[in-house]
């Protein structure tokens, strides 16, 4: 689909004609449920990604995260 699309200053343009200007390209590009479908892919997700991650990871040293490399790397088999 070979469609025409109107070029904004997306520098000048408030948030909300960028937004609108997006979704109108979007739109005429995909249609309408290509263009609900791509921006599907966009989910921001649940939960607290970085208190998530120290749970998970810990705070660990510069140290030890060097001593955890130096380990991998002279024995890649055990992770």
């Known amino acids: 689909m070979n469609a025409v699309v109107e070029v904004i ?3 000048k343009a408030t948030l909300p004609e960028l ?3 997006g979704i109108e390209a979007l ?3 995909l249609g309408p449920v290509g263009m609900a479908r791509f921006l599907q892919q966009f989910d921001p997700g649940r ?3 970085t208190a998530e991650r120290d ?12 001593d ?5 790397r002279k024995n890649p088999s055990t992770r």
């Open 9 to 11: 200053d997306g520098g």
């Open 19 to 21: 937004r609108q200007a």
């Open 27 to 29: 739109v005429k590009a």
């Open 47 to 49: 939960g607290d990604y």
């Open 55 to 66: 749970d998970i990871l810990g705070s660990p040293t510069v140290d030890e995260l060097v």
């Open 68 to 72: 955890e490399i130096e380990r991998r």
